[in-house]
């Protein structure tokens, strides 16, 4: 193997399934990376709720792939500045939302709410269950399924949340956790001498870059949508009670410190006091989205250089650093897209039929058994042994569904 970057060794290039390959030319990372561009679970997130639904007929809005892609470009732009390996943390922003269901955040609330006996569900712990068995790449000598098998390094990267569901933390809607506990094994061998609850620096980039790109570009898509008026937020009529809105999105800050921020920004040479939607404005928005990235990757990198200027700063030697004004106006974004958009009132019926789409859909399947279920899904159907596994099987088929096969399944099976 080519050494990608000084401060990774063959610790972090193994994989779980030993592998040999007749072609050098590539790092494993580099080949980490291709494996997570070819793979289906990918494409299907080019059909899943980021923010708005692809069903909804909007065809500007960003969705689960393209959001994922974004991400990407931030990451590795991340780890350049940092002296980390890019395809590691490129293929770590690739695969953080391939554990999405259909519908979002709104997809998790409902899977979770079905699967509470069984362990729950977290769109983050269903990653590495895709990554580590259920995507189809990679199988053992005895049939056993290794997913892609990613080298250890570029799968703790992917785990934003290195701990069970038992020691997971709560943020105000759901269980944050990484791994569910019949993948306990996998998770062992990945975490082998990690620091316990510790993210590896990598993680941490891919974390980072999911923040900026998801407060910024779904504020973006918020304005051209028309669901945020640029000239309302300048003109600051109800201000007051837009910050206390965006502080019950961000409780870790103070109303001061979120106002502060929302100031910071508003004042910016580059802030949008209004928008027409005509080619000028679009122009001025696209810069403002390219500005902001550039503003909160920056202020990361310098800060975490001047936290360790010499060195590498690979796995767990070092930490990002993101100063915590930079984490206010961060949090400032997205509290004010998820003030206008996924708490408005008039939303509200799609999010509780989506749901109980769900819902229904999962329970129509536990009750039809394999002979409903995608042939992978049926075989897994057969080894699970109990009930609770059989439920897993169903989570697992249903997490695996895009926003428009999970309308078209529950028509055919629920009507």
């Not at 973006?220 to 502080?247: C, K, M, N, W, Y």
């Amino acid at each position: 193997m080519t050494q990608p970057v000084p401060g990774y060794g063959s610790h972090d290039t193994d994989r779980w399934l030993p592998e040999e390959h007749s072609n050098h030319r590539r790092s494993d990372f580099a080949r980490d990376r291709a494996r997570l561009l070819h793979s289906s679970a990918l494409r299907r997130l080019a059909a899943k709720t980021q923010v708005l639904s692809p069903t909804a007929g909007i065809d500007f809005a960003r969705n689960r792939l393209t959001h994922s892609l974004e991400v990407a470009q931030v990451g590795r732009e991340l780890a350049s500045q940092l002296g980390l390996d890019p395809d590691v943390v490129d293929t770590a922003c690739l695969a953080h939302d391939l554990g999405h269901p259909p519908f979002g955040h709104n997809g998790e609330t409902a899977l979770n709410a079905w699967s509470e006996g069984i362990g729950g569900f977290e769109g983050n712990a269903q990653t590495l269950r895709l990554l580590s068995r259920l995507e189809p790449k990679t199988f053992g000598a005895d049939g056993r399924p290794y997913g892609l098998n990613l080298t250890r390094a570029s799968l703790d990267a992917s785990c934003k949340y290195p701990w069970t569901r038992a020691e997971g933390v709560h943020d105000g809607e759901r269980m944050k956790f990484g791994v569910y506990d019949d993948d306990r094994e996998v998770f062992a061998w990945l975490r082998d001498g990690a620091p316990a609850g510790v993210k590896c620096i990598e993680a941490q980039a891919m974390d980072l870059a999911d923040d900026i790109a998801y407060s910024v570009h779904d504020f973006e898509d918020a304005i051209v949508g028309e669901s945020i008026d640029p000239a309302f937020l300048t003109s600051r009529v109800g201000h007051d009670a837009l910050i206390r809105s965006v502080q019950s999105w961000s409780p870790a800050f103070s109303v001061e410190e979120l106002a502060e921020a929302f100031d910071r920004l508003s004042s910016w040479e580059f802030w949008l006091s209004s928008y027409s939607g005509e080619r000028r404005d679009q122009a001025r928005l696209k810069n403002l989205t390219s500005q902001l990235i550039g503003r909160f990757a920056a202020a990361a990198i310098n800060a975490t250089r001047e936290a360790k200027p010499s060195g590498a700063l690979t796995r767990f030697s070092a930490n990002i650093v993101v100063p915590r004004p930079i984490r206010a106006e961060i949090a400032v974004l997205k509290g004010i897209v998820a003030a206008f958009v996924m708490a408005s009132e008039a939303r509200q019926p799609l999010y509780a039929e989506q749901r109980t789409l769900l819902s229904g859909l999962a329970d129509a399947l536990l009750e039809a058994g394999p002979a409903e279920l995608e042939p992978g899904f049926a075989a897994d159907w057969a080894d699970a042994g109990d009930d609770a596994g059989a439920r897993r099987v169903v989570i697992d088929q249903v997490a695996s569904l895009t926003d428009q096969s999970a309308i078209a399944w529950h028509r055919r099976l629920v009507g």
